[in-house]
């Protein structure tokens, strides 16, 4: 059995060939070769700043939308969970708006209840995204029709080089799942504005919301979400049931019966075995409907040889 070197200071953590399948959703794929949690933002400026040039470094929060494929990935991983959670309300008194500064380590989950709790409307919509905030700034996530950005007016970067940058949300395009702008730098943290709402709770909208979704998507269970981007003017699950794909099964990956755009880790799936998946399901609907399904979900790393079961 091969063990985990670590190396572990006041201010960060780094093990050596540390297992993404402790650490993705979809609990699967293969090792970091460096896996580095740092204790503050100061402390990952620093280390960053130490790192080759040419060093592959992935930012990863609660791994909701990565797949590790099984050979690992020869790079650093960057773990933001439990750092960058500054969570702070802005007001305006003589505004009907109000801003928050949110760290890309704060779960969109927890951003919905905080500004539900202080008032603002606008941001429900984050309960139902499954990851941090740095990630849905880096892919414009949504949910129940709203996205992240149009709500973004500053944002700060963080690069290779350990500086911490502000900028402007004009400095930045988005549209459906993509932004771009980024120069070889990370978001660690934006403001947001959000509009004052008088004498409602808006708990109740989440409520709804969450309740909504768990009638629809599966929810409990190993999955990324979300796989694929819905093509203009259509829905990527309704392609997909129409070529009757829902409980399709490639080793321990499926496509959910309950939602045609979820792939399931049903029984010790290989990073292999969900990648496989994900492409029988983009050429089954290019033959079929003339559409090539783009995935939302990030795929990384090396394939390696393939794993024994």
């Not at 896996?35 to 990952?44: D, F, H, W």
């Not at 620093?46 to 050979?71: I, P, Y």
């Not at 709790?117 to 949504?142: D, Q, R, S, T, Y």
């Not at 949910?143 to 290779?160: D, H, I, K, Y």
Request: hydrophobic content about 40%; glycine content about 10%.
């Amino acid at each position: 059995m091969v063990m985990n070197v670590m190396n572990k200071s006041d201010d960060i953590t780094i093990i050596d060939d540390e297992p993404m399948s402790r650490h993705t959703s979809w609990r699967a794929g293969g090792a970091a070769r460096q896996y580095v949690q740092a204790n503050s933002l100061t402390a990952l400026a620093a280390f960053l700043s130490t790192l080759d040039e040419d060093e592959d470094v992935l930012w990863m929060g609660l791994g909701s939308n990565t797949l590790v494929r099984d050979g690992g990935y020869n790079g650093t991983v960057i773990a933001t969970q439990g750092v960058m959670t500054q969570l702070e309300l802005i007001d305006d008194a003589d505004s009907d708006k109000s801003s928050v500064y949110v760290g890309a380590g704060v779960a969109s989950a927890k951003l919905a209840r905080f500004c539900s709790k202080h008032g603002l409307k606008g941001a429900e919509f984050f309960a139902g995204i499954p990851g941090l905030v740095g990630g849905a700034l880096a892919m414009n996530a949504g949910a129940f029709g709203s996205e992240t950005w149009p709500l973004v007016v500053e944002v700060e970067t963080l690069n290779r080089r350990g500086e911490i940058t502000k900028r402007n949300a004009s400095e930045f395009e988005y549209g459906y799942r993509f932004v771009s702008g980024l120069q070889d730098e990370w978001f660690v943290s934006a403001t947001l504005k959000l509009e004052k709402q008088e004498a409602k709770d808006n708990t109740i909208d989440i409520k709804q919301l969450l309740a909504r979704r768990a009638v629809s998507q599966p929810t409990g269970v190993a999955s990324c979400g979300s796989v694929f981007r819905n093509p203009e003017g259509k829905y990527a699950a309704q392609l997909i049931e129409d070529c009757d794909l829902k409980g399709t099964r490639i080793g321990g990956a499926i496509v959910s019966l309950k939602h045609a755009n979820f792939i399931i880790n049903d029984n010790g799936a290989t990073a292999a075995d969900i990648e496989s998946l994900i492409e029988l399901i983009q050429k089954t609907v290019q033959d079929k409907h003339g559409v090539l399904l783009q995935t939302e979900v990030k795929i990384v790393g090396d394939k390696g040889d393939e794993v024994e079961k």
